[in-house]
Every structure is written in structure tokens, then in C-alpha cells.
């Protein structure tokens, strides 16, 4: 199974979650019963170029831990949790080269807001203005 932009709202696209064939039968076996499994090249091509399986549920109770719980002794597990996390770092690297001119666009904005307040708090006609703003949050908290 390999899970790519996981934060992706569902206004976007949603998330990409792909599983091999040898992944469904081992995880997706456990629930159950595969009953077919039509490999790409046996359907229509408009489908795209995925496999489609016909699944049949086993009896009794599966969580998500019970069909991801990795296969025992299965080198493909450990290969694919590996391309798996270089797939997400380099997802972050993306979304950090994305993001980063936008998060120092407003970091650079909020020093200036800052900045503005600031002059405005310091400045003689705020000082001069004061009373009256005390007098009218008074006359506000009484009414």
C-alpha cells in the first residue's frame, strides 16, 4: 500500500492510495475472499491501468490495524515502506518548496501590520485620544 498527498482535501482530489496486487491478496485476503482478479490488460482501457478485484467479505470483525499489520516475513513489506518514505519526503520537500515563499510573504506582512500598530499606538493624537476611548469603553460596559 503506498499513500501519497494524505493531506489532500477531498475538493482536491483526496489522497492517492495504491495497492499492488500481492498486497491486496496478503492485507485485503485477510477480510476477504478474492474471488477474481482481472489484470489490466483484461479491461477496458477507459478504466485505466489498474487491476480490479471481486472480493467477497470473510466472516467476523477487521479494524484498518488488522489489514495493514505487515506480512511476516515478507521482503516486498519492508520494500515497499521504504519507497513509501522516500515517496513522502520527497511529497514534503514539494510542499516545503510550495509553501515556504508564501509562509515568508506573511511573516513579512505581519511585521509591517506590527509596524503600523506600533506608530499608531505611539503616536501623540493615540496618546491625546486616550480618555476619550476609556471614557467611551466605560459608557460601553455600563449600558
Given at each position: 500500500?503506498?499513500v501519497l498527498r494524505a493531506w489532500q482535501?477531498?475538493?482536491?482530489?483526496?489522497?492517492?492510495?495504491?495497492?499492488?496486487?500481492?498486497?491486496?491478496?496478503?492485507?485485503?485476503?485477510?477480510?476477504?475472499?478474492?474471488?477474481?482478479?482481472?489484470?489490466?490488460?483484461?479491461?477496458?482501457?477507459?478504466?485505466?491501468?489498474?487491476?480490479?478485484?471481486?472480493?467477497?467479505?470473510?466472516?467476523?470483525?477487521?479494524?484498518?490495524?488488522?489489514?495493514?499489520?505487515?506480512?511476516?516475513?515478507?521482503?516486498?513489506?519492508?520494500?515497499?515502506?521504504?519507497?513509501?518514505?522516500?515517496?513522502?519526503?520527497?511529497?514534503?520537500?514539494?510542499?516545503?518548496?510550495?509553501?515556504?515563499?508564501?509562509?515568508?510573504?506573511?511573516?513579512?506582512?505581519?511585521?509591517?501590520?506590527?509596524?503600523?500598530?506600533?506608530?499608531?499606538?505611539?503616536?501623540?493624537?493615540?496618546?491625546?485620544?486616550?480618555?476619550?476611548?476609556?471614557?467611551?469603553?466605560?459608557?460601553?460596559?455600563?449600558?
Amino acid at each position: 500500500m503506498n499513500v501519497l498527498r494524505a493531506w489532500q482535501s477531498w475538493d482536491e482530489g483526496g489522497p492517492f492510495v495504491l495497492h499492488s496486487d500481492w498486497w491486496v491478496r496478503a492485507h485485503w485476503g485477510r477480510a476477504f475472499e478474492i474471488l477474481d482478479v482481472l489484470p489490466p490488460s483484461e479491461i477496458n482501457s477507459a478504466l485505466g491501468p489498474q487491476s480490479w478485484a471481486l472480493l467477497r467479505k470473510r466472516s467476523g470483525r477487521f479494524t484498518t490495524a488488522d489489514l495493514e499489520l505487515p506480512q511476516s516475513g515478507e521482503e516486498r513489506e519492508v520494500r515497499a515502506m521504504r519507497h513509501n518514505i522516500s515517496q513522502l519526503q520527497a511529497e514534503v520537500a514539494e510542499q516545503r518548496r510550495v509553501l515556504l515563499p508564501e509562509i515568508e510573504s506573511q511573516r513579512r506582512h505581519s511585521k509591517e501590520l506590527e509596524r503600523a500598530v506600533e506608530g499608531l499606538t505611539n503616536s501623540i493624537s493615540w496618546r491625546i485620544t486616550k480618555p476619550l476611548r476609556t471614557l467611551a469603553r466605560r459608557w460601553r460596559e455600563r449600558r
